[in-house]
């Protein structure tokens, strides 16, 4: 049976801009693709702002019956759809009840959900929520009739964390190119410019990591670093307090156009630095396809699962030194913005994203 009718569901308390910048990407993909139904839902409680969301009723926004309300809603919808793409709901103890009753559901996976809970929820509640999920999310995957991780790291995670032995593919996040503009040229030659963006600077981005960095070495280049997102009170008085804090400049949220301002002068961008704190060597993150169309190379801590290892204007390492990044950058300064999208664009356009997984999804059903 060749897939014809895919729907991809998302259902969260809260849609974050992130995930909502991805779907809308897999959205406006989904018009190029040939031969395919695809459609894709976000249930959250939220204002609803683009025309794939649905807000969830209000008599129901409290997690015991919210859950309910997202399974209920992707059975009913199930039985018209060959494939239901279903992002995992971590946590839910009633996946219990209702998984067996989506046959076609592919479980979506964006973390490794038994780590990823200790670090959401602090104390006690995260090692009850962990052991919790170790149970539930065990049954969830058992009932689903595949897997698909962001990255190939997080879907064999699921069958070697949780003792299955489930088929697996890989699903990335990507962009619509023609979505995002290519970057002003504004770069200088005398200072180094890099550009860290985050809805929040969460534990795995790392920034601590960069801070500690710059305020035990002593760096004799002319250089800034761009932190666009929302900071919090000990991260504040934490910049406030290191030796570069004039290299520094806080922005807070901004909107599209704010951060193509900054970007026009920057070299390079920063990825995540510790996603090894989610027990992560691996990543998917939409931010570096953004940048990479905007024709800004990404130095990061991890590999990205859509681009090649020796990818020229992309670069990890396990562990973060400065003097590499301004390495880096220098080293980019030369190569024009359109260069960089053009090389980029084959591994990071979501149109591309989803055929390579609609291919690979009719292979494994047809086995």
């Not at 993909?29 to 209000?58: C, L, V, Y």
């Not at 839910?92 to 592919?106: A, E, G, H, M, Y």
């Not at 005398?190 to 969460?202: A, D, G, K, L, Q």
């Not at 250089?223 to 929302?230: D, E, Q, S, W």
Request: glycine content about 4%.
């Amino acid at each position: 049976m060749k897939v014809k009718r895919i729907l991809h569901v998302t259902a969260l308390r809260e849609l974050g801009s992130g995930q909502r910048n991805q779907l809308k990407y897999e959205v406006n993909a989904a018009k190029e693709i040939q031969d395919i139904n695809w459609n894709t839902i976000a249930f959250h409680s939220g204002e609803k702002i683009e025309s794939f969301e649905s807000r969830t009723p209000k008599y129901i926004d409290v997690l015991v019956f919210r859950n309910i309300y997202f399974w209920l809603k992707v059975i009913r919808m199930s039985k018209h759809y060959d494939i239901v793409m279903f992002r995992y709901l971590p946590f839910d103890i009633f996946s219990i009840i209702f998984s067996p009753f989506v046959k076609n559901r592919v479980s979506v996976h964006h973390s490794k959900e038994i780590e990823e809970l200790v670090l959401i929820k602090k104390g006690w509640k995260g090692i009850f929520a962990s052991i919790i999920e170790r149970f539930t999310g065990k049954i969830s995957i058992n009932n689903s009739l595949l897997i698909a991780g962001v990255t190939e790291e997080i879907a064999k995670y699921q069958n070697e964390r949780r003792k299955l032995n489930k088929k697996y593919v890989t699903y990335q996040n990507g962009i619509k190119l023609s979505d995002i503009c290519i970057a002003d040229d504004n770069r200088l030659d005398n200072e180094i410019n890099i550009i860290f963006v985050c809805s929040y600077f969460t534990e795995w981005h790392g920034l601590d990591i960069l801070l500690d960095f710059l305020n035990t070495n002593d760096i004799d280049d002319n250089f800034f670093v761009h932190l666009i997102g929302n900071l919090n009170t000990d991260q504040l008085l934490i910049i406030e307090n290191n030796k570069y804090k004039n290299n520094i400049n806080v922005y807070g949220a901004l909107n599209k156009n704010e951060i193509y301002s900054i970007a026009s002068k920057c070299d390079t961008a920063l990825g995540s630095l510790a996603l090894f704190r989610q027990n992560m060597t691996e990543g998917s993150t939409l931010k570096v396809s953004e940048m990479l169309a905007m024709g800004i190379p990404v130095y990061s801590g991890h590999k990205d699962a859509s681009l090649p290892e020796d990818f020229p204007y992309y670069t990890f390492k396990k562990d973060f030194n400065f003097f590499e990044l301004l390495n880096f950058s220098k080293k980019h300064k030369v190569i024009s913005r359109l260069e960089v999208r053009e090389a980029s664009s084959v591994y990071i356009e979501k149109s591309n994203i989803m055929k390579n997984f609609i291919r690979t999804l009719n292979c494994i059903i047809e086995d």
